[in-house]
């Protein structure tokens, strides 16, 4: 569970959706902040319309208070003022020391469904800590995640991401299932796929799902396809899908790799991307 988490809120359903996954994932005693973003004085129209910066300012607290009261949630309100909705909740939680950053889905996805914008998808790269997004009408549910998922390899980033996934389901209640997909391979796409590949293909499958199996506590299993689309359709059978991020570049963020990238835009269920950092820290 995590200790201090940061949600942006723009006074939409999805914003939210945001918060009730917010509550869920937040351990007792810890610290919620809800952030709206807005243009002040970058805007172009407050240099020539007097007043439009304070009637700004005075419009965000008026809807961090409202989300605040709508949501029934103990919050410290934060209003910001950016030029990027992303970046700006990014600065955000560094000045903050946020372990978690949560947005909600597009309005226009699938109920049920994680489908990002322009903004949630800049939200989740180069985060400075986990990201997680609420899958759209999930403030209509709200409850704890019961059937918890782990993108799982044996990488340091699929161990992490298994630890984080054991520590919430101990909280509450639930259970981690685990997948780890064994891609194929280029040459399955050209149609000629010999005898002696599908027998190895079949014996590399079987010994995935006897490493999984041997995971203590998890219900772990092994599927052959293609990675980002085997996980999109696990999470038909989870309410929260954890995976972590790609364990390359020179800082201590979150960067999205081919999977993590696909996830975001197919996920069908709620996101939590861990970031590289998580994987030489303690869970």
């Known amino acids: 569970m995590f200790t201090n988490v940061l949600v942006g809120v723009d006074g939409r359903p999805s914003g939210r959706d945001a918060v009730a996954l917010a509550s869920q994932l937040l351990a007792d005693g810890g610290r919620l902040t809800l952030v709206h973003v ?29 989300e605040r009261e709508q949501t029934g949630v103990q919050a410290e309100l934060v209003s910001a003022t950016g030029s990027s909705p992303a970046g700006t909740l990014h600065e955000q939680a560094e000045e903050l020391g946020a372990d978690l950053l949560v947005v909600g889905s597009s309005h226009r996805g699938v109920l049920g469904r994680v489908m990002l914008g322009d903004d949630t998808r800049q939200a989740l790269n180069g985060a ?23 993108g799982y390899n044996d990488s340091p980033e699929s ?19 685990a997948l780890e ?22 014996t590399v499958l079987q010994e995935a ?43 201590k963020r979150l960067v999205l790799g081919s999977t993590s990238d696909y996830l975001e835009r197919h996920a069908r269920c709620s996101l939590l991307v861990l970031p590289r950092s998580a994987a030489r820290e303690p869970a």
Not at 130 to 150: C, D, L, T
Not at 163 to 175: L, M
Not at 232 to 241: E, I, K, R, S, T
Request: hydrophobic share 45%; glycine share 12%.
């Open 159 to 177: 161990r992490a991401a298994l630890e984080a996934a054991r520590s919430i389901a101990a909280v509450t209640g639930g259970k981690v299932r």
């Open 209 to 251: 799902n006897e490493r999984m199996q041997a995971l203590e506590g998890v219900e772990g299993r092994a599927a052959y396809g293609l990675t980002g689309e085997e996980l999109a359709a696990f999470g038909d059978q989870l309410d929260l899908l954890v995976v972590g991020s790609r364990s390359y570049g020179p800082f």
């Open 38 to 66: 807005h243009q002040g004085l970058l805007h172009p129209l407050h240099v020539v319309t007097p007043g439009l910066l304070e009637e700004e300012g005075a419009a965000s607290e008026k809807l961090l208070l409202g």
């Open 128 to 150: 400075p800590c986990a990201v997680a997004v609420a899958s759209r009408a999930y403030a209509q549910v709200a409850a704890p995640p019961a059937r918890i998922g782990v």
């Open 181 to 202: 997909v064994i891609s194929i391979p280029t040459y399955a796409y050209t149609g000629m796929m010999s005898p002696s590949v599908g027998q190895e293909i079949d």
